[in-house]
C-alpha cells in the first residue's frame, strides 16, 4: 500500500489559488489517487481523482507528474468555506485497507 | 446527499454497555467500509466488506464486530464500551472492493460512552 505524505496545514486568503501536493513515492502501476475533503462534523467528500497528466472538474485540478510519485490538488480563488481537511489518497488493491492519513488542514481568511 | 444512511445519527450510552450502529450503502455499491474518528484524530479504518464478505480489517478491537447482509446493509457492534470509544463512527461505501472506486461516506454516527 503507497503511504501517502501532504503538508499537515496550509493559510490562505479568499480569492487565491493553492497548491496541495500529496507524495507518494510507493505508488503502483494500478493505483489511482483520489483526494477528499472533510468539513468537521462531517464524513469526507471526494472532490477528484486521477491516473496521470491533469484532471479537471468543476471544484478542482489534479496535477500528476509522468512518474507519479507525487500529486498536487489545486483549487483556484478559494474561499472562506473551502476551509476543510484534505486528504490524498492513493487506491489500495482488493483486501488492503484504505487508508487515510492525516491529510491537510486548510485555513482560509478574508 | 451521499445516499450512504447511518442510523442512528447520535447515541449516548454507559460504560460497559453494546450498541449497533447501521448502514445502508448507496444503491447499487457493494462495498462498505466502517471508520472511526475520535475529537481531533484521523479517520481510522476498522473494517471493510464487500458483498458479504470481510476484505480488509484494520486495526478494530475485539470487542468490536462487524458484518453485511444480503441486503448489503452493514452493522458495526460496539461491546464492552469504554470511555475511549466515544467517536464519530462513519460508514462509506462504493461500487467495487478496489481503493480506485470512489467512496461516499454517510454522515456518521456519533457514539457518546458516560
Known amino acids: 500500500l503507497a503511504k501517502t505524505t501532504q503538508p499537515i496545514s496550509m493559510d490562505s486568503y479568499e480569492g487565491q489559488e493553492v497548491n496541495i501536493t500529496c507524495s507518494h513515492n510507493?505508488?503502483?502501476?494500478?493505483?489511482?489517487i483520489t483526494w477528499y475533503q472533510q468539513f468537521p462534523s462531517q464524513g469526507p467528500r471526494f472532490i477528484i481523482q486521477g491516473y496521470k497528466t491533469k484532471v479537471t472538474n468543476e471544484v478542482a485540478s489534479l496535477f500528476i507528474p509522468a512518474d507519479r510519485k507525487s500529486s498536487t490538488l489545486s483549487l483556484p480563488r478559494v474561499s472562506l468555506s473551502d476551509t476543510a481537511v484534505y486528504y490524498c489518497l492513493v487506491g489500495a488493491q482488493a483486501g488492503t485497507a484504505l487508508i487515510f492519513g492525516k491529510g491537510t488542514t486548510l485555513s482560509v481568511s478574508s | 446527499d451521499s445516499g450512504v444512511t447511518q442510523t442512528p445519527k447520535h447515541l449516548i450510552t454507559a460504560t460497559g454497555q453494546r450498541v449497533t450502529l447501521r448502514c445502508s450503502p448507496r444503491s447499487g455499491d457493494l462495498s462498505v467500509y466502517w471508520y472511526q474518528q475520535s475529537l481531533d484524530q484521523g479517520l481510522q479504518f476498522l473494517i471493510q466488506?464487500?458483498?458479504?464478505?470481510?476484505?480488509a480489517k484494520g486495526n478494530i478491537l475485539e470487542r468490536f464486530s462487524a458484518q453485511q447482509f444480503p441486503d448489503l446493509h452493514s452493522e458495526l457492534n460496539l461491546s464492552s464500551l469504554e470511555l475511549g470509544d466515544s467517536a464519530l463512527y462513519f460508514c462509506a461505501s462504493s461500487v467495487g472492493p478496489r481503493g480506485q472506486n470512489t467512496i461516499y461516506f454517510g454522515e456518521g454516527s456519533w457514539l457518546t460512552v458516560v
Open positions: 510507493n505508488i503502483a502501476t494500478n493505483d489511482y
Open positions: 466488506y464487500y458483498n458479504g464478505e470481510e476484505r
